[in-house]
């Protein structure tokens, strides 16, 4: 599944525009700050990268739902809830493409 930011894919064509799809994901672990400011920030990055990891991988399921073998126009959205758990939303358009 090609997975892209950008509208179209170089050297293919879009033959049919099957519908938006999301993928969301919550990290369920708090992130408490401890003495080393620079162990917190680096839990706060190992969670980002697994959520939005677990977002995309959500984001192709419902793409395969629909057919899809591309979705274009990808979206990627990372808050820090201010109970410091980390969420991902990912959202796109879910397509068909030919060579």
């Known amino acids: 599944m090609i997975l892209?930011?950008?509208?179209?894919?170089?050297?293919f064509k879009i033959v049919d525009y099957l519908g938006i799809v999301t993928g969301v994901s919550m990290?369920?672990?708090?992130?408490?700050?401890?003495f080393?400011?620079?162990k917190y920030?680096?839990?706060?990055?190992?969670s980002v990268?697994?959520?939005?990891?677990n977002a995309f991988q959500k984001l192709r399921e419902n793409a395969k739902k629909l057919n899809a073998n591309a979705v274009v126009g990808?979206?990627?959205?990372?808050?820090l809830?201010?109970?410091n758990y980390a969420m991902v939303s990912v959202t796109g358009t879910a397509v068909k493409v030919t060579e």
């Open 81 to 83: 809830t201010t109970s």
């Open 27 to 34: 990290n369920s672990e708090v992130l408490s700050m401890g």
């Open 49 to 53: 990268d697994n959520v939005k990891e």
């Open 4 to 11: 892209t930011t950008t509208n179209t894919i170089e050297g």
């Open 36 to 38: 080393s400011m620079s």
């Open 41 to 46: 920030i680096n839990k706060i990055q190992d």
């Open 74 to 79: 990808i979206k990627v959205e990372i808050e």
